[in-house]
């Protein structure tokens, strides 16, 4: 992500677009430096997803027989775990895997739970 960096003397300000980084030192701190800076994007902290969400994102999708079939074949011990649980971690290494071997993008399955 780039972000646009007003250095003033005393430190500086940054700003998303560089019309705002613009505008604000126009007004605040004229003649002061714009420099471009190339940041890394904050990983996002997982999120609980409960499973109802997940399941009816894949039946939207037109996925559910592909997902039943995923689930007869996990090993016991996973599949009594995925019965079991009520929610996923977004970052849950297992279910990013499933919805994955659906043909689907974690990004969307695993979004936010609007109902947690």
Avoid: C, H
């Amino acid at each position: 992500m780039i972000v646009y960096r007003v250095v003033t003397p005393t430190g500086w300000v940054e700003f998303d677009v560089l019309a705002g980084a613009e505008q604000w030192r126009d007004a605040n701190a004229p003649g002061a430096a714009i420099v471009e800076v190339q940041q890394e994007p904050v990983p996002a902290e997982p999120y609980r997803v409960s499973k109802d969400t997940m399941l009816y994102r894949v039946e939207q999708a037109g996925k559910v027989q592909d997902a039943i079939t995923l689930i007869d074949n996990l090993p016991p011990d996973q599949q009594f775990l995925f019965t079991n649980y009520a929610w996923f971690w977004s970052d849950n290494a297992i279910a990013t895997g499933m919805v994955q071997a659906l043909g689907l993008d974690p990004a969307d399955i695993l979004a936010e739970d609007p109902w947690l």
